[in-house]
Every structure is written in structure tokens, then in C-alpha cells.
């Protein structure tokens, strides 16, 4: 997935746990979270320039239960729980989680300039 194919009512998860919602060049904020800022930030890699979180997940227009979109009114993505609008979309993409790196306990020691003990957990 890139910014290309977000597109106007798409739902974004930025890492942070916020949502937005897609509206022409903007990202808007949706269910009492956060503010709106341009797509103009957005890299193709779903990055967001200004130290803004990542964008991790999209999600479909959302519909009602009969196939309608609801996004008719603004208001409603104010003032519903992210719970109840996810509740009316699926998630089509999610960024992958990065691979394992495997390094000894030699080389983490090395990567930190610092000697690691290891203990035994409560």
C-alpha cells in the first residue's frame, strides 16, 4: 500500500493509536482524536514528515448494513467511537511488523558500548 491509494473515506491508524479519516488532501481527525494535517506530509511509504506518527493500517469506507456509505455525514465520524465506525469497515492493509534480529548477546553488548547481565525474571 502507498499514499497513491488512499482514497476520500478510507480510515487511516497512524502508530500512536489515532485515527483519521481520508478527505481529498487531508487526513482528518475522526472520533474526538487528534487534529487533520495534508496529505502533502504523507510519503509513499505511509511516513509522515514533522515527526508525526506512521501511518500503520487502513481501513474501507465505512458502510452501513445495507452497503450504504455513512460517511454522508461529517458529524457522525466526530462524534462516534472509533469502536462503533471500525465496527462498520475492515482493515485492507497492515504495515508488517519487521523481522527478528538475531544477534548474540556479544553483539547486543557490542551495538549498546555496554556489558548486558542477564537475570532471571520474576
Known sequence: MKKSDLKTGMIVELKDGEYRIVLGGSLMGIAGT?????????????????????????????????????????????????????????????????PAIEMTLEQVCEELGRDIKIVKGA
Open 34 to 98: 487528534g487534529g487533520a494535517y495534508a496529505l502533502k506530509w504523507v510519503h509513499d511509504d505511509l511516513t509522515i514528515d514533522g515527526g508525526r506518527e506512521p501511518i500503520v493500517a487502513i481501513y474501507d469506507e465505512p458502510h452501513a448494513d445495507d452497503d450504504e456509505y455513512i460517511g454522508a455525514s461529517a458529524g457522525w465520524f466526530e462524534r462516534a467511537r472509533i469502536d462503533t465506525i471500525l465496527n462498520h469497515t475492515k482493515c485492507i492493509w497492515r504495515k508488517p511488523k519487521p
